[in-house]
């Protein structure tokens, strides 16, 4: 495999998950919006955000069953576009059912699209010999900030969600379907060096990283759906300062991601989770204690730094801790997810309405904390690139 043909591969795979998280950050940012285009009732619209995480974890399972006969690639290169496609959907709707309807196709093939993008992910890092795996999540990051400034260019011009979506549909669906030919699919490891489990793909191996991508999970959601709420309603701040938190944790999500594979070549993946895991926990712990809205800001801040380096280390970790079935870790380890999507929001509005919600944001400060804990399955000090290995300098890539 020549440099030219990796170089051109994770171009193309970084832009896959930059359109990634531009559609979906079009979509969650205008919830609202939706709810008011289909007449979705307050008590309605948990089964409807509910749908799409159950359905893309559903998908995501049968991913791992159709790359043993189909290279992840095509999967890629087929689910991406109907993404955007039930996307314009959504905004394209006029009655319930074709939200329903559109939100499933949605979700499927998000679950689809998550699993095969990172499966390539993987397998490109191993290829590499060294880590790339944060930067093609930083790719989605920038994603879901383009993304959220689209969608609130379109609520602050009054556009109709068809119109706010087009734009973005009718540029970025050729743009990834022309990338998508210089995909490229890595071969399994030949064998288990490093420590690793080889072929044998064993769910009770898996399930520390299962947790961990579940904990983060439930303090990314936390953000993502409390913290404009806290902000306001707890730390006293205006309606235009509850918009910054997710703003400024999103940037240094960015930021942590943009950076992080130096810290995993120098300090290795394990080290960076629990530095990771820790500089969370201070976060949350921070937004329990913050005094005031600006505190709380800075609070969110630290959050994003923390989390940011998580999740793609532990799809990393999966494809080390079994090399030579990596495509079916990666799967499975996916549907971990949704799973924390979908218990994360919940449980802190559960927990802010019993209790009060400065206690709610202890929990996932424990659940992340835990991490550190599991930190070990990321691999030894030494397992510092994506096969826990590095590649001659003289034919190493980017």
């Known amino acids: 495999m020549t440099d030219l043909r990796l170089r051109r591969g994770r171009?193309?795979?970084?832009?896959?998950?930059?359109?990634?998280?531009?559609?979906?950050?079009?979509?969650?940012?205008?919830?609202?919006?939706?709810?008011?285009?289909?007449?979705?009732?307050?008590?309605?619209?948990?089964?409807?955000?509910?749908?799409?995480?159950?359905?893309?974890?559903?998908?995501?399972?049968?991913?791992?069953?159709?790359?043993?006969?189909?290279?992840?690639?095509?999967?890629?290169?087929?689910?991406?576009?109907?993404?955007?496609?039930?996307?314009?959907?959504v905004g394209a709707g006029d009655a319930l059912w074709m939200a329903a309807v559109a939100l499933g196709v949605f979700g499927l093939a998000v679950g689809a699209l998550d699993a095969s993008m990172n499966m390539l992910g993987v397998s490109l890092q191993r290829a590499y010999g060294r880590s790339i795996m944060l930067g093609f999540h930083a790719a989605y990051s920038l994603g879901g900030i383009a993304g959220a400034s689209l969608a609130w260019a379109g609520a602050h011009w009054h556009l109709t969600l068809l119109w706010s979506y087009l734009p973005a549909v009718v540029v970025l669906a050729p743009a990834a379907y022309l990338g998508s030919r210089w995909y490229v699919d890595g071969k399994a490891a030949p064998d288990g060096g490093g420590g690793s489990r080889g072929g044998a793909l064993s769910f009770k191996l898996l399930l520390p990283l299962c947790l961990v991508m579940t904990f983060a999970y439930i303090g990314d959601s936390t953000v993502s759906n409390w913290s404009a709420k806290y902000l306001q309603d707890v730390l006293g701040g205006s309606e235009e300062a509850a918009t910054v938190p997710y703003n400024a944790y999103m940037v240094t999500t960015l930021l942590g991601r943009a950076v992080g594979d130096l810290g995993v070549r120098y300090f290795g993946a394990a080290a960076v989770v629990r530095g990771g895991a820790v500089l969370a926990a201070c976060g949350f712990a921070l937004v329990a204690v913050a005094p005031s809205a600006w505190v709380g800001i800075a609070a969110f801040t630290v959050l994003g730094l923390g989390l940011s380096v998580i999740v793609p280390q532990t799809f990393a970790a999966a494809g080390r801790l079994f090399p030579e079935n990596s495509d079916a870790a990666v799967a499975r380890l996916n549907v971990f997810n949704y799973v924390g999507f979908l218990v994360g929001s919940p449980l802190v509005g559960a927990l802010g309405d019993a209790w009060s919600y400065r206690g709610a944001m202890v929990v996932p400060m424990v659940l992340v904390l835990v991490t550190v804990v599991y930190a070990t399955s990321f691999g030894a000090r030494g397992a510092r690139y994506g096969g826990g290995h590095e590649r001659p300098r003289t034919v190493d890539v980017g």
């Open 11 to 89: 171009g193309s795979l970084a832009l896959g998950f930059f359109v990634q998280g531009v559609a979906f950050a079009l979509l969650v940012t205008r919830i609202p919006g939706i709810q008011d285009r289909y007449g979705i009732s307050d008590g309605l619209l948990p089964l409807f955000l509910a749908a799409v995480p159950i359905l893309a974890g559903a998908a995501s399972v049968a991913t791992e069953k159709v790359v043993a006969r189909v290279a992840p690639s095509r999967v890629l290169r087929w689910s991406q576009p109907v993404v955007l496609l039930a996307l314009l959907g």
